[in-house]
């Protein structure tokens, strides 16, 4: 067999007994890694090692794996300026987290001898969002709807790079920017409820309010008796 060293040293073609021997002198694990080479290759390793950084590599290479994901907007020719922008928002949204957005647009009753208007929106929306995506599949007609797929301009890695990197700059920031407490509406109501004099509890609804008691005049109180 041709053996290599722990560290990758070319160590020759040996015989299996004088390569189980350097193995054992080494305390290492003799591993057939090229069983299919003529003649075989063997390599001196610790096995155990190899094995845990394997798994590590694996898990590595697993959790910076990114998913590609596929949002969908559906929209209607004669839509409402107000829904198109409402509409339009969520695709920038999705294009700067990185995600591929496919457009539909859904065609009803006499739309459907109109596909122009479908058209028209979907370059639109296009160029409305050209800074961040572009058109990777064109528009084309499936059935009584027109799809189109926008891809990111951003790689989905790139936008959760960036994203956690703002969110590490605003932690930084916070504490710099922490000024003394403002006092707000809440805070000035509670203090002026505070400080005002106590009001007067109103009678109960039920309760019958005494009439007024009227002071005497000076004409009554002059009268005398006539003898």
């Not at 003529?38 to 990114?66: I, T, W």
């Not at 922008?85 to 969520?90: F, I, L, W, Y």
């Amino acid at each position: 067999m041709r053996l290599v060293g722990p560290n990758g040293e070319q160590v020759g073609i040996v015989a299996i007994g004088d390569a189980l021997r350097l193995a054992q002198e080494a305390d290492l694990d003799l591993v057939e890694v090229a069983p299919m080479a003529r003649p075989p290759v063997c390599k001196l390793m610790d096995y155990g090692k190899f094995k845990y950084e394997s798994a590590q590599k694996a898990r590595e290479a697993r959790k910076n794996q990114v998913n590609t994901v596929i949002k969908e907007m559906k929209l209607r020719p004669k839509i409402d300026p107000h829904d198109y922008a409402t509409k339009k928002g969520h695709v920038v949204r999705f294009l700067k987290q990185g995600d591929k957005v496919k457009i539909t647009i859904m065609f009803r009753g006499r739309e459907q001898s109109r596909p122009e208007l479908g058209f028209r929106l979907l370059q639109r929306l296009a160029e409305d969002v050209q800074e961040l995506g572009f058109v990777e599949s064109a528009p084309k007609q499936d059935g009584r709807n027109m799809i189109m797929v926008l891809g990111p301009t951003k790689k989905k890695a790139d936008a959760r790079a960036e994203k956690a990197a703002d969110r590490a700059r605003r932690a930084e920031t916070a504490p710099e920017g922490e000024t003394e407490p403002e006092v707000t509406q809440a805070t000035q109501a509670t203090e002026s409820e505070a400080t005002a004099p106590a009001a007067e509890p109103a009678p109960a609804p039920d309760a019958e309010v005494p009439a007024p008691t009227e002071a005497p005049t000076a004409a009554a109180s002059s009268e005398q008796p006539v003898a």
